[in-house]
């Protein structure tokens, strides 16, 4: 497994291993590290779409606000590259954030409307920018082919989507189903922060989201199928931050399934850890 660390190292790795690769491509998988099963399915899933595998290890100050956990994000670059070996990664990038961003660097990338709008870019104003900034970068340094990003962050997964599309980027977005525990927690690295009794209550989120899937398949708005869903949450313990019914694609609120695919989502903090979510609803019964 190779590594670099500045931008010269990475395209002369990235070149070398697409020459021995026949010239083939290259899938990336764009991550924070801290890696758990949920980034090595992602790797997985990257080695079946690609000859060469490459994932980027770079905690991203741009997305990330000014009193948010960025000092305290989680990092194991030792652990990250035991992991990275074991699933059969070809190149690992692990910039500084001086070689990402360049002292004068003024160039950001913003995706201005749906689904940028709304929830985590109504709660963490800025995320979005930095997410999309970061990611056309990574896609443009590495030259991938094939880009991929786990459903669990469901709304940062359809603005790269967008933002890809609108700029004509070279590179295809493929989707990877959530990772969860065996009691339906979502894998997430800020999920060591939680201390045992919150472990314990944090799969009620992922529980009221499939139960909510359930009753709005049955027919019906969606205002008081969400409405219970939230009072349950907070009566549990957690500080919700959204609870709703969205078109899939655009993230638009909706107030009842129709004929487009529609996705529930949700934040909710307990304790110190802000945990996201989501699932797809299928159409009503009968429909």
């Known amino acids: 497994m190779r590594i670099a660390r500045d931008l010269d190292s990475l395209r002369r790795e990235a070149a070398a291993l697409r020459a021995a690769a026949g010239g083939g491509a290259l899938a990336l998988v764009p991550t924070m590290g801290a890696l758990h099963a949920g980034h090595l399915a992602l790797v997985a899933a990257a080695r079946r779409a690609a000859p060469v595998v490459a994932v980027s290890i770079f905690v991203n100050p741009l997305q990330f606000g000014p009193h948010e ?50 929830f985590e870019g109504a709660h963490r104003p800025g995320h979005f920018r930095g997410v999309a900034t970061v990611c056309a970068k990574l896609f443009l340094q590495t030259g991938a082919e094939v880009a991929l990003f786990g459903e669990k962050d469901w709304q940062q997964l359809q603005v790269v989507r967008r933002m890809v599309r ?22 997430s690295s800020r999920n060591r922060f939680l201390t045992a009794e919150e472990r314990a ?7 009221s989201l499939r139960e909510a899937a359930a009753a709005l398949a049955a027919g019906g708005p969606a205002a008081p199928v969400l409405a219970e869903a939230t009072a349950a949450l907070a009566a549990a313990g957690f500080a919700v931050d959204y609870f709703a019914l969205v078109e899939a694609e655009s993230l638009r609120p909706i ?33």
């Open 69 to 118: 956990d960025l000092a305290t994000y989680p990092r194991d670059e030792e652990g990250d590259l035991a992991k990275l070996r074991g699933a059969g990664c070809d190149l690992v990038w692990l910039p500084s954030v001086e070689a990402m961003y360049p002292p004068g660097s003024v160039t950001v990338v913003e995706v201005a409307g749906p689904p940028a709008e709304g």
């Open 166 to 187: 609108d700029l004509d980027l070279p590179v295809r977005i493929e989707p990877v189903p959530t990772v969860r525990e065996a009691d339906g927690l979502a894998l």
């Open 201 to 207: 209550r944090a799969p009620l989120l992922a529980a």
């Open 255 to 287: 107030e009842a399934l129709g004929d487009r695919p529609a996705r529930l989502v949700a934040a909710a903090r307990l304790g110190r850890v802000r945990l996201l979510d989501n699932i797809g609803v299928p159409p009503p019964e009968g429909r």
